[in-house]
């Protein structure tokens, strides 16, 4: 079946992707028609996008999961990796640095969980009639990175946008430029070989080699080379972990998103907050503002809370009460922006959904954190390694310290809603701080207001936030939103801007999957990526 036009959903009754590269929805697509499940088609959908996608994911990232049985019950998978055994504050500051880097060898923190995350999501899918072979999971993605494929759009903008600070990371330019160090144009065939010969191993030795087999001690010898502070015994000591997902009611059903080292807890509030506002009207002032201003209590209340799930001070359950909901949303003014000085760094990820017939519905995100990642390309294996060990701090006292074993903080949140009239919603976006800022838009929009669900995710978006290159925090609108609005906006205080695009990327690449009582699956991806939904 063809995929969905930008602005249309797609409809299916065997099962439905949706990401953000056509190439990834349609190795779902696959696999779905040939009778896996829907977590079988993501785990193919997802090595699949590690390669056709490498600016915004890796299979040196990670990744978080929500599943939604047929049963009725939501599992969420931790796929986050923890800073290696040299990974300290005083290892840093005797190299003169008063803050991790973004980029190279020291920017290489973590170990990369998301390969693990397959192996769970994987054992979760034996459960539920997964009967296809690692080998023909991985097959699209070794053949991608075997034969080549196009680079995107977004790649070959992004490429030129950041050469200066990844060029001169080991193997970067060997695996993303042109043999004289240009950057490549879109449409550029794109080989990643020692990529395919490690998915193609993986294939045959199981996912777990990644860790504890020759794969992992390829990773292990390369890191010690280029300097990263993570070893091979970390890589022998890791492993994915199932927790509790969080979860909270509003009006229309039951959210749920990930648990810290998240930002899930932001993206339920969000919502929450918003929900007691009865805001009467879709795309309105007092819908936008009042996304906004959720947006900031929420954002609030994550930076005082969130960090690696072991270290948790805070009741989390305590937050998402009806009584402390209530609380915080009192405090919202609908006639008055909150000043606004804050923000933290963007990153860039991909987010993609899946369904089946017979109930499966899964929200899965897995990102490097910036646009690839710390830059370094092992050249054993091929692994592009994450760089989301940066957002640690070097100051033994915060929230979030650079401790060997810790998992720092994450951006990445898959969300996931059971809705009261009998629909299950997958949902997400990549987006750095944008994430659940784009899911309040796309789910209010779509849940809220009735608005069909290609239209929602393409409808403008705003972000709140600081943008690559920018000195200031800012309220940031793509240029479609009605004049008034804006106008709205203005005079009650937001300090805003209008982007250039009319579909600008720093808005985030959204998507959703939506499993309707009867079995009905609808689908739909963001005009602002390279994807789009696939059905069978």
Same mark, same amino acid.
């Given at each position: 079946?063809?995929?969905?036009?930008?602005?249309?959903?797609?409809?299916?009754?065997?099962?439905?992707?949706?990401?953000?590269?056509?190439?990834?929805?349609?190795?779902?697509?696959?696999?779905?028609?040939?009778?896996?499940?829907?977590?079988?088609?993501?785990?193919?959908?997802?090595?699949?996008?590690?390669?056709?996608?490498?600016?915004?994911?890796?299979?040196?990232?990670?990744?978080?999961?929500? &599943?939604?049985?047929?049963?009725?019950?939501?599992?969420?998978?931790?796929?986050?990796?923890?800073?290696?055994?040299?990974?300290?504050?005083?290892?840093?500051?005797?190299?003169?640095?008063?803050?991790?880097?973004?980029?190279?060898?020291?920017?290489?923190?973590?170990?990369?969980?998301?390969?693990?995350?397959?192996?769970?999501?994987?054992?979760?899918?034996?459960?539920?009639?997964?009967?296809?072979?690692?080998?023909?999971?991985?097959?699209?993605?070794?053949?991608?990175?075997?034969?080549?494929?196009?680079?995107?759009?977004?790649?070959?903008?992004?490429?030129?946008?950041?050469?200066?600070?990844?060029?001169?990371?080991?193997?970067?330019?060997?695996?993303?430029?042109?043999?004289?160090?240009?950057?490549?144009?879109?449409?550029?065939?794109?080989?990643?070989?020692?990529?395919?010969?490690?998915?193609?191993?993986?294939?045959?030795?199981?996912?777990?080699?990644?860790?504890?087999?020759?794969?992992?001690?390829?990773?292990?010898?390369?890191?010690?080379?280029?300097?990263?502070?993570?070893?091979?015994?970390?890589?022998?000591?890791?492993?994915?972990?199932?927790?509790p997902p969080l979860a909270v009611d509003i009006g229309p059903g039951r959210l749920f998103n990930a648990p810290?080292?998240?930002?899930?807890?932001?993206?339920?509030?969000?919502?929450?907050?918003?929900?007691?506002?009865?805001?009467?009207?879709?795309?309105?002032?007092?819908?936008?503002?009042?996304?906004?201003?959720?947006?900031?209590?929420?954002?609030?209340?994550?930076?005082?809370?969130?960090?690696?799930?072991?270290?948790?001070?805070?009741?989390?359950?305590?937050?998402?009460?009806?009584?402390?909901?209530?609380?915080?949303?009192?405090?919202?003014?609908?006639?008055?922006?909150?000043?606004?000085?804050?923000?933290?760094?963007?990153?860039?990820?991909?987010?993609?959904?899946?369904?089946?017939?017979?109930?499966?519905?899964?929200?899965? &995100?897995?990102?490097?954190?910036?646009?690839?990642?710390?830059?370094?390309?092992?050249?054993?294996?091929?692994?592009?390694?994450?760089?989301?060990?940066?957002?640690?701090?070097?100051?033994?006292?915060?929230?979030?310290?650079?401790?060997?074993?810790?998992?720092?903080?994450?951006?990445?949140?898959?969300?996931?809603?059971?809705?009261?009239?009998?629909?299950?919603?997958?949902?997400?976006?990549?987006?750095?701080?944008?994430?659940?800022?784009?899911?309040?838009?796309?789910?209010?929009?779509?849940?809220?207001?009735?608005?069909?669900?290609?239209?929602?995710?393409?409808?403008?978006?705003?972000?709140?936030?600081?943008?690559?290159?920018?000195?200031?925090?800012?309220?940031?609108?793509?240029?479609?939103?009605?004049?008034?609005?804006?106008?709205?906006?203005?005079?009650?205080?937001?300090?805003?801007?209008?982007?250039?695009?009319?579909?600008?990327?720093?808005?985030?690449?959204?998507?959703?999957?939506?499993?309707?009582?009867?079995?009905?699956?609808?689908?739909?991806?963001?005009?602002?990526?390279?994807?789009?939904?696939?059905?069978?």
């Open positions: 079946m063809l995929p969905a036009e930008a602005h249309e959903s797609l409809h299916a009754m065997g099962g439905m992707v949706a990401a953000p590269h056509q190439l990834a929805a349609e190795a779902g697509r696959e696999v779905l028609a040939e009778g896996g499940n829907a977590i079988e088609a993501m785990v193919a959908a997802a090595a699949a996008i590690a390669v056709v996608y490498p600016h915004m994911n890796h299979v040196g990232g990670d990744g978080f999961w929500l &599943i939604r049985e047929p049963s009725g019950r939501v599992r969420y998978i931790e796929a986050c990796g923890f800073a290696g055994a040299r990974a300290t504050i005083p290892f840093y500051h005797d190299l003169g640095l008063g803050a991790v880097p973004t980029r190279g060898p020291l920017a290489a923190v973590t170990v990369p969980g998301a390969v693990d995350g397959w192996r769970l999501a994987l054992e979760v899918a034996s459960a539920h009639g997964g009967r296809m072979t690692l080998k023909r999971l991985l097959e699209p993605a070794v053949r991608h990175a075997r034969e080549g494929v196009a680079v995107s759009r977004s790649q070959a903008a992004l490429t030129a946008q950041k050469k200066a600070e990844l060029e001169d990371a080991p193997g970067f330019a060997a695996a993303f430029l042109t043999p004289d160090r240009a950057v490549p144009k879109a449409g550029t065939l794109q080989r990643q070989q020692r990529l395919a010969d490690t998915l193609d191993h993986l294939a045959r030795a199981g996912l777990a080699d990644f860790y504890r087999g020759d794969v992992g001690r390829e990773i292990g010898t390369d890191l010690e080379r280029i300097g990263s502070p993570v070893t091979r015994e970390d890589l022998k000591r890791y492993a994915a972990v199932e927790r810290p080292p998240t930002q899930g807890l932001a993206s339920l509030l969000i919502l929450a907050l918003f929900d007691r506002l009865k805001v009467k009207r879709g795309d309105s002032f007092e819908h936008v503002h009042g996304l906004i201003e959720a947006t900031k209590r929420a954002f609030l209340v994550r930076d005082k809370v969130v960090c690696d799930y072991d270290h948790l001070t805070h009741d989390l359950a305590a937050l998402l009460t009806p009584e402390a909901i209530a609380k915080r949303a009192d405090g919202i003014e609908m006639g008055r922006a909150l000043p606004w000085p804050q923000g933290k760094a963007g990153g860039d990820t991909v987010w993609l959904g899946a369904a089946d017939k017979s109930g499966l519905v899964v929200s899965y &995100i897995q990102s490097i954190f910036f646009e690839f990642g710390s830059g370094c390309v092992l050249p054993s294996t091929g692994v592009l390694m994450q760089n989301r060990g940066a957002s640690f701090s070097l100051e033994p006292g915060a929230l979030n310290p650079l401790t060997p074993g810790r998992r720092p903080f994450h951006t990445l949140n898959p969300a996931l809603a059971v809705l009261a009239d009998g629909r299950v919603m997958a949902y997400g976006t990549m987006g750095g701080e944008g994430q659940p800022q784009t899911q309040s838009a796309v789910f209010s929009r779509h849940v809220l207001f009735g608005v069909p669900l290609g239209e929602a995710i393409a409808r403008p978006r705003w972000l709140l936030g600081r943008t690559w290159g920018d000195v200031e925090t800012r309220l940031r609108l793509e240029p479609r939103f009605d004049d008034e609005v804006v106008e709205r906006l203005k005079l009650v205080g937001h300090d805003l801007a209008l982007v250039p695009d009319a579909y600008n990327d720093t808005m985030g690449h959204a998507g959703a999957v939506v499993l309707h009582p009867g079995g009905r699956i609808e689908g739909a991806h963001d005009p602002r990526s390279d994807g789009g939904a696939a059905a069978v």
